[in-house]
Every structure is written in C-alpha cells, then in structure tokens.
C-alpha cells in the first residue's frame, strides 16, 4: 500500500465512475457552526460510493479470471454495484441474495445484468451458495468490504474531495463494513496529512466503535437502525487500517440519524439514504468539537425506498 | 419587449441567483425515448425559480421605491422569494398571508425576513390587506406572475439552459400563474426559434389550456391538485405571450405527476416538489410525439413537505 496505488487506481475507475459533484449551504453551515462540503455520493453511479470499489476489483482480475466472472453475496447496494461494474467491463456478475429480498431490490440487479441466486436468509447458506458458485464457473468471490481493492477503490471519493477541498480539517464517513471509511483514511493519510478522519455510526450498530476500543473485531447484536447499509460488521483487512489511520468514531442515535436526513432532503434538495446522514448527524452532534472548522462529509448513497419513507 | 431587454435581466440579477445545473440520466432518456435535460430549480436560493422573477421586479423599482418597501400576497414559494430578494437587496418586504397558513410556510417567510400581515382566507382579504399595505407604507406591490419584470426574470432559467443545449427542440415548463412559461416561451422566441415551448399542466386546474382555446382568461373551479404550485390562473400581462410564442399545453392527471415526481427522486436523486414534476410527467405522457427528440424540461421548485409527502 503506497501512495501511487491510490493515485493508479483512480486513473483506472475514472472512466467507469462519475467525479461527483460537491454541494454546500449557508443555511447548514450556520446550522452546525462549521464549513462544511457534502460530497454527494449519491449521484454516483447506480447510486452509491460502491460502483468504485466494484470497478476496482474487478478491473484488478486477470483476464482470465474476469472470463469467468465475479461473485458476491449481497441484498444491498453492492449487489448492484458489483452488477453494473461487471456489465461495463464485459463481465459476468453472480449475486447471491436471500430469498427473502425485497423485489425491487431484485429488479435492480436484474436491470443492471446480474444473474441472481436465492438462498435461504442464513449467513451460512449465503456463504455456500457463494462457494457453490465459485467452484462450479470457477468465479472469484469479491468481498463488498473486507478486500483492499474494493477499499482502494472506495479511497477515490475523498481523493476527490480533497482535491477541491485540500485543506480540510475533518473527513467524516459512515461507517458499516469498514470498506468506505478505511477508503477515507488511506486517502487522507497520503494526500491530506493534516486531515483527521471519523467515522459516524449508529448507535444501534456499533461494533467499530467497540472494535476499536478492544482491540478486536467485534459484532453486532442486533441490526435495528434506519441505516440498512450499516448493519454490517469490519474485517480483518480493513480493521487494521482503522486502526492506524482513524482518529475516532462518533455513535449516533436514529433520532439523530432522521433529522439529519431531513435536513440533507429539505436543505441540499438531494435524495440521501439514511446511511449517508450519520457522518452528518455526528457533526451535528459535536458542534463544540467541529466549531469553525472545514468539515468534509461524505454522502455515500442515494438508493431508498420511497414506499417505506416516513419522516414524522 | 425585445432579446436586449432579456439579456439586461440576466446580467442585472445574476450576482443575486445561482446558475442552477443541469442533469441528464441515460435511464430516463430510455424510458421516456428522447434526449432529455433537466434544468434544476430546485437548487436555486429559497428552492425555486421565483427568486429570479422577485429579484429582478425590485431591481427595477426606483431608489425611492426601493425605500419604501415591496408587498405581496401569497402563501407559497413567491413569498419566500419576495423576502429573500428584498433582504439581498435592503429592501423591506411585506407579505400578505392567509391566517391559516402552515407555520412552516410562515417560518420560512419570517426566516428571510419577511413581514407578515395575517389576513382572513379569502381572495378579497388578501387584496384588502395588500392594499392598505400599499396606502399606508407606500410600498409597491409585486404580482407573482402576472408582472413583465417577474416574467423577464423568470425568462433567465431558459436563456441559462439554452446556453449549455443551444440545440433543443422542445422547451416544456409547468403551467401555474403563467408567469415561468410566458418567461421561457420569450426566451425560446429570442435564444432559440427552432425550439417549439410547451406546457404542462394538471388536468384538474386546466384553466390555460382553456384560455387558449376560447381565447379569453378562464379561471379554475376547483383546486384539487397535488401540484399546489399551479392552483392559480392566468393575467393580463402573461396571457397575450402565452397566446403569441407557446405550441401548445399538454395536460396530465394526477396520477401521471406521482409517477413522474417518483422517477425523478428515484432516478435523478434530487428533491423537487409536485408542479415541477408536471413538465416531464408531459412528455413522458406523449412519448411518441417526443420521440428521439432533444427536450429541456424545467424543474420549477424542490419545497415539499416532507410530513404530509406519501408515494403510495
């Protein structure tokens, strides 16, 4: 891991993601008593921070390998990403998904080319179908999180931001797998060494918090949070890398989490996922901590469900 | 009335109003057949295309004028628009709003420094109390529509979007007051002869389809619309442009504007509120006559309210 792997692999995904554009507002800034730069990852394409990760990992294959096509199992937006990634690059897609998934979260890999399989809603049936899939097409399984290409790749979002932005003093990302903050850190770490990065997360979900206080990876026991893209847990290729590289993780509570939300919506006028407000809800949280200090948010996604959305 | 004085506008209120973007998506270009851009007002100050229209109707008022304050009445996004470009501008700004008036619309008037004169929901109260606004403060009341300064300024969300697609063949915007597409329909006359402007209206306050086919200003008979942005009719002044430079008007139901709202958070990820959808849910109503065409469709307002918003 060096500082030119992180340059190289955004000369690669860049013709395959969009820069996304970076929105401020008065309004909000004085709000939270700081400048702050909202990165709008939900004009990404297909929605999400994750289309990078996925062009990264796969464009990183060998031919041979990208022949016979990519795995993963997923119900959320890397099962999408990893989808749409693969039909750029002339790439088969295998998505595990519990049968159990939403259909609209189905049509959604279905429309972007991927080949669905169900499994029961287990972990360890999603795992076996996975290692089915692997063994039978001779697929290579690639990680949502957990896999340094897929963080790599996730690192270009801030690379981005701080481009426009090369003086921050706070990055702020959720945080659920690990792959979007661990991203932000590396790219901080090299190209913004006066840049502390934090991480949001639920309350509800909060084994990061409690990863980094133990000094071991740890889970969650529950999944009860709005912030469906955040249930999951950290693993061992980027837990490391927060270690070394994050500066604290801020826990939010799911009120805080729906207001923030609301005001991205009535404020930015964008269409956020209740993921993307907890990096907001934490700075809103610690006005004292962020008071007058260039903030970078990053807004990771823009997929909800506007038949379940209720706001009050 | 002639290009000059469009161009005056533009430079005149430029400092005061965003240049708002303009977005395109590959998946609503296939599902509506055509070439579509989407000029976004949703971003503009206050959250709608009436700040440029109240921007450049107090501009050109006298110093003296200017002095003595502007009025008017309404309970949506003019009002708003009228305070902000005062207080931009040092002007006072009176507004006329019906008692029963959700406080989030009062809140958001007293927000940019409005003066609110309360009055009983009736169309006579209102003019009463604006009226005696302009005896006793001497302040000038502004029209939300029907004001050739309001339309000269509202022309400049056109001139801007034929800048970057000179090439359009079709200029769609919603119907309400008349004020937007009398605006955008001068802006086509002058910028962009090829381009035929057309609007979209509701079916249920389809008060200017019907002027323009008897020829004389009808009003509406009810007022049952999501799009609460259209509710209101046509003037002297936007009716006679009306008549002379727009193709024609489509109207759409209600349920055709639903549907078209949802793609647009859906697929564009930006908040715009229920009028703004009126314009696409036109075109994608009449895909064959759209057809492979290149279509700008203005995108009027993004001021929902979340607590009563519901899809399904």
């Given at each position: 891991m060096n500082k030119q792997a992180l340059i190289d692999t955004r000369r690669r995904i860049s013709p395959f993601v969009h820069n996304t554009p970076v929105f401020t507002s008065h309004l909000l800034d004085d709000l939270a008593g700081a400048k702050l730069s909202f990165k709008c990852e939900n004009f990404q394409k297909m929605g999400a921070f994750k289309m990078r990760g996925a062009t990264n990992a796969i464009m990183q294959l060998s031919k041979d390998q990208q022949e016979r096509g990519v795995v993963t199992h997923s119900s959320g937006n890397f099962a999408q990403a990893l989808s749409l990634a693969a039909r750029n690059?002339?790439?088969?897609?295998?998505?595990?998904?519990?049968?159990?998934?939403?259909?609209?979260?189905?049509?959604?890999?279905?429309?972007?080319?991927?080949?669905?399989?169900?499994?029961?809603?287990?972990?360890?049936?999603?795992?076996?179908?996975?290692?089915?899939?692997?063994?039978?097409?001779?697929?290579?399984?690639?990680?949502?999180?957990?896999?340094?290409?897929?963080?790599?790749?996730?690192?270009?979002?801030?690379?981005?931001?701080?481009?426009?932005?090369?003086?921050?003093?706070?990055?702020?990302?959720?945080?659920?797998?690990?792959?979007?903050?661990?991203?932000?850190?590396?790219?901080?770490?090299?190209?913004a060494p006066q840049c502390l990065v934090i991480g949001g997360e639920p309350m509800a979900v909060d084994d990061a918090f409690r990863s980094l206080q133990s000094g071991q990876i740890e889970t969650n026991l529950t999944t009860h949070t709005i912030a469906d893209g955040l249930r999951t847990q950290l693993g061992d290729i980027n837990f490391p890398i927060l270690q070394q590289h994050l500066d604290h993780i801020i826990r939010v509570e799911e009120d805080d989490i729906?207001?923030?939300?609301?005001?991205?919506?009535?404020?930015?006028?964008?269409?956020?996922?209740?993921?993307?407000?907890?990096?907001?809800?934490?700075?809103?949280?610690?006005?004292?901590?962020?008071?007058?200090?260039k903030v970078g948010i990053i807004l990771s996604g823009g997929n909800v469900d506007l038949d379940t959305l209720k706001f009050s």
């Open positions: 690059l002339g790439v088969t897609a295998y998505i595990v998904m519990p049968n159990n998934a939403p259909k609209v979260k189905k049509d959604a890999v279905l429309g972007y080319g991927g080949l669905i399989t169900l499994c029961e809603p287990t972990i360890k049936a999603r795992e076996q179908a996975a290692a089915n899939l692997v063994a039978e097409k001779g697929a290579t399984f690639i990680h949502p999180s957990n896999d340094l290409n897929v963080i790599l790749g996730n690192a270009t979002v801030a690379m981005e931001l701080l481009e426009v932005h090369p003086d921050l003093n706070f990055l702020i990302s959720p945080v659920g797998g690990g792959g979007l903050i661990a991203g932000t850190a590396l790219a901080a770490h090299y190209f729906v207001s923030a939300m609301r005001l991205i919506w009535e404020r930015l006028k964008i269409v956020v996922e209740p993921s993307s407000a907890v990096a907001f809800a934490a700075v809103l949280k610690n006005k004292a901590y962020f008071k007058d200090k």
